[in-house]
């Protein structure tokens, strides 16, 4: 549809610009801010890149401290979560604090009383009762009790009890329910799959990379470039909303000390989405310089210069889209649109624009080492030879 409009408009696309003043008007120039910057950079690259690298570690300590969660009502403006509020505040034992411990096997029923007697011991347990017992068969016995935890279910002391539930013996296999068992689970879950999604992902990316530069050393650096830029992100978050720092300045939310973890791998991974697409679009065009006989350090000055007016522009309107969700009551929806708006500004802007030259002009030529191809594309030295169009279009775009 785009290229079918733009044919039918022609000139006429450009009619009205009132920025016209301020654009560039030689096609394939380059962005000037841009092009200081990367100049600027890749003649300090030790120093511009370690202060670039020391800001985003900053910004990641934060996330050391994490604590995983599952979503409830404190997620809704306050008006909405005023009857759960009232039984917290009226209940001694709320029906979020209660454990459900289930024991089936034989001997279940007759041991029920002496199994709610050791619950009772476990710190952060507070009272246990035996709520129903049923004796189908001999072998087919099984008792339900209820156990109130003093502590709230996303803390780290019900999650500890739970532990120590599930560790006490019982008289049979032993089940645990309710709200702070399913937050531990979760937790837990998510964590231990975490490693494993993690490798298929930067194997899948290491690949695609891999294939797309013909090099071992531009995806490597894109991987960790990536993890550090996730990490700063992430620690930002944990300040904003676990720790509760951003309710004033994002309209108020209720700070539950914890992070949904569904919806942290979910804008993990609409971060790092934008991150591989961002380092496509750049490392395309440093290798073009490249290829055309540049040496590395003028291919990345150009390579910048060509696309961060593009991937500036492209964040900007991520992030203006996304942040528009900061405005909604629900804490979720604010969560989910600042993590996507800071993830597209960070690595648009401090990392494509002085981690990354930084680092490709600290590796020198090294980084398009490849073990099997070392020669230019083969594309674009029959594109010089036959003096076709300008490849600089592409980023003047």
């Not at 050391?64 to 403006?77: A, E, K, Q, Y």
């Not at 780290?156 to 296999?173: L, M």
């Not at 964590?191 to 899948?204: E, I, N, R, S, V």
């Amino acid at each position: 549809m785009l290229p079918a409009c733009l044919r039918v408009l022609g000139p006429r696309a450009q009619a009205f610009d009132p920025l016209a003043r301020w654009r560039r008007t030689r096609i394939g120039e380059g962005s000037r801010f841009w092009r200081s910057t990367a100049t600027t950079v890749t003649a300090r690259p030790l120093l511009a890149g370690g202060l670039a690298l020391l800001l985003l570690a900053l910004l990641a300590v934060p996330f050391t401290h994490v604590r995983l969660g599952i979503v409830d009502d404190r997620t809704l403006p306050a008006s909405s979560a005023a009857a759960a509020q009232r039984v917290r505040a009226e209940f001694t034992a709320p029906p979020e604090r209660i454990l459900t411990v289930v024991t089936t096997g034989p001997g279940a029923v007759a041991g029920a009383p002496a199994h709610g007697e050791r619950l009772a011991r476990i710190r952060g347990i507070t009272a246990v009762r035996v709520a129903s017992t049923t004796r189908s068969s001999p072998e087919g016995e099984g008792a339900v009790l209820l156990a109130a935890t003093s502590a709230a279910p996303d803390t780290r002391a019900a999650q500890t009890a739970v532990r120590q539930v599930r560790d006490t013996s019982a008289p049979g296999s032993v089940l645990v329910g309710g709200r702070a068992a399913e937050v531990t689970d979760t937790a837990r879950r998510v964590l231990d799959a975490l490693p494993t999604c993690l490798l298929l992902l930067g194997a899948g990316l290491m690949l695609l990379l891999s294939a797309f530069t013909r090099t071992l050393v531009a995806p490597l650096k894109a991987l960790a470039v990536a993890a550090v830029s996730l990490g700063a992100i992430l620690g930002a978050l944990v300040v904003l909303f676990q720790d509760g720092r951003g309710a004033a300045l994002l309209g108020g939310f209720t700070a539950t000390g914890t992070l949904d973890a569904s919806m942290l791998l979910f804008v993990l991974f609409i971060a790092l989405a934008l991150s591989v697409d961002y380092e496509v679009f750049l490392l395309g065009r440093i290798r073009e310089e490249f290829d055309r006989g540049g040496d590395n350090r003028t291919s990345v000055v150009e390579g910048i210069a060509r696309t961060g007016r593009l991937m500036t522009s492209a964040a900007a309107a991520v992030a203006i889209s996304t942040a528009a969700m900061a405005t909604s009551q629900v804490a979720l929806l604010k969560f989910i649109g600042i993590g996507v708006a800071l993830g597209a500004l960070v690595d648009a802007v401090l990392v494509r624009g002085v981690l990354v030259p930084a680092v490709m002009a600290a590796l020198g030529p090294l980084t398009w080492w490849s073990p099997t191809c070392t020669g230019p594309r083969p594309g674009i030295v029959a594109a010089d030879k036959r003096g076709g169009a300008d490849p600089d279009a592409s980023g003047s775009t």
